[in-house]
């Protein structure tokens, strides 16, 4: 019987609340979505949430994941067309945000960029060792991932059962994903002048303790591009931030005036204690 062939898809939660500006959020290397259910709570006091999930088994180029994105929010779209939206991309989704909204750019009311992958390069050992994946036995993933999680997150921060959840999507992720979206996050590029016609309002959010990425200095140098950028530094957080007790992202998007007046009919949500 032939395999089905699955597509990246929007994850939808239960409060559907078209009147709201479409919050769009894509997500870490794992692609699941799963890990922003921390903060969609927080989220739905403003928006009508949508999560990227990419297929355990995509090995798609970012020319063809863009496009896919752009699909699904024109398919969104369709439902109230007048509607502004938001697009939020996390360490890989935030590489893929750049290259959804390069293509795109007068689609999105505003931008958010959270600890982007957009500086892969710039961890010359991280290139390197990206590189080897292929040679490393299946087996070994499941401890590779172990090793791997202090760097993706500032552990004293975050909750024994969100550790556990973090822990449990890096292993669902087939070691060739693994591969290919790390090739894709080596090659990745875009043209300053793409970027700089991105005019719309973006927030760049780091996270001075991410081990994985130099993410404050990329921020720093995206906000010299962007014409239109603001800077958070988040001082005790780490790579996978939205994981974190005491953040909360629209508690962070209502304290930088980044809400139009439609995203703020009611008061954050106290998510995360």
Partial sequence: MPEVELKPCFLTPKRIQPELPLFVYLPGMDGTGELLRSQTAGLEAGFDVRCLAIPRKDLT????????????????LEKNSQRPVYLCGESF???????VAVKAPHLF?????????????LRPWLNWASQLTDLVHPCLYEIGALGLLPFL???????????????KTMRSVPPETVHWRLSLLREFHIEEAQLRRLTQATL???????????????????ANILPNSEVVILPYSGHACLLEKDINLYDILQKQNFLESRAKKVPALEVRG
Avoid: Q
């Fill in 93 to 99: 989704g935030g590489a893929l945000a750049m290259k």
């Fill in 61 to 76: 180029t970012w020319d063809e994941l863009s496009n896919n994105v752009l699909d699904l929010i024109h398919a969104e």
């Fill in 204 to 222: 760049l959010i780091a996270g001075v303790y991410d081990r994985l990425l130099p993410s404050v200095c990329e921020v720093r140098h995206l």
């Fill in 153 to 167: 997150a500032f552990l004293p921060r975050i909750s024994r059962s969100d550790r556990h959840e973090l822990l």
């Fill in 109 to 121: 009311k505003r931008i958010i960029l959270i600890n982007p992958a957009s500086s892969f390069h």
